[in-house]
């Protein structure tokens, strides 16, 4: 079976721009949570989805959105980019959400400057 | 919410020694405990897992314990090798309202020296 695929892998913004990053869960899997990894804070969880619904949020600004798609493949988007935006966003996909196993893609750089 | 909270922060040990990494967390709800390892470049890869109705679990030279009365639990890696070199994360998971979110300790620098 296929992992967890993201994409862009690498990406450079300016600051005020917007960006759209693209997460393929492992197939059968309908969950999609999202995480982003800073040196400073660490892991923190950004939203999760499952059959495109939002059923989770994390505690980040209106500026940070995402969806999923009926066949379980998500994005976010970032609008407005700040200059603390710069971190690995990842991805992570289950089969329903909830006390299960996560499998994380490789994630997307961004860096904003 | 829950919050976790992972130590040594870096801990170097000479290959075929044991490694050990300790969490505790403070949701008494939380029931499933997944540990992740991430080596540069690449996102966390699952290593091992527990639910609070299990107190301990193996796999080959990994291990396991959970101490629900105290809220805590460890990752034992026995005989390191070089390989075991990387950031490991310890996560907290189970509330009702935890729907895809996992909680994460600052993680633990791990460094084995030939």
């Known amino acids: 079976k296929a992992g967890v695929t993201q994409t862009p892998r690498y990406l450079i913004k300016t600051r005020g721009q917007q960006v759209t990053l693209s997460c393929s869960p492992i197939?059968?899997?309908?969950?999609v949570s999202w995480y982003q990894q800073t040196p400073g804070q660490g892991l923190q969880f950004l939203f999760e989805y499952f059959s495109e619904t939002q059923r989770n949020k994390g505690n980040f600004p209106g500026r940070f959105s995402g969806r999923q798609f009926s066949n379980s493949r998500s994005e976010m988007n970032v609008s407005t980019l700040e200059l603390g935006d710069s971190a690995l966003y990842l991805c992570?996909?289950?089969?329903?959400?909830?006390?299960?196993?996560?499998?994380f893609g490789p994630g997307t750089r961004l860096l904003v400057l | 919410g829950e919050n976790v909270e992972q130590h040594p922060s870096t801990l170097s040990v000479q290959e075929g020694d044991s490694a050990v990494i300790k969490c505790t967390y403070s949701?008494?709800?939380?029931?499933?405990f997944p540990w992740y390892k991430q080596e540069l470049g690449k996102g966390p890869q699952l290593i091992i897992d527990i639910r609070s109705n299990v107190g301990e679990k193996k796999d080959q030279r990994i291990a396991v314990t959970l101490n629900k009365t105290a809220k805590h639990f460890s990752l034992h890696i026995t005989e390191t090798q070089p390989e075991d070199s990387a950031v490991y994360f310890c996560?907290?998971?189970?509330?009702?309202?935890?729907?895809?979110?996992?909680?994460f300790g600052a993680g633990t620098q791990v460094v084995v020296t030939p």
């Open positions: 197939s059968g899997h309908r969950s």
């Open positions: 992570a996909s289950s089969l329903a959400g909830t006390e299960e196993t996560q499998y």
């Open positions: 949701d008494s709800a939380s029931n499933y």
């Open positions: 996560a907290a998971s189970g509330v009702d309202d935890s729907w895809g979110k996992l909680q």
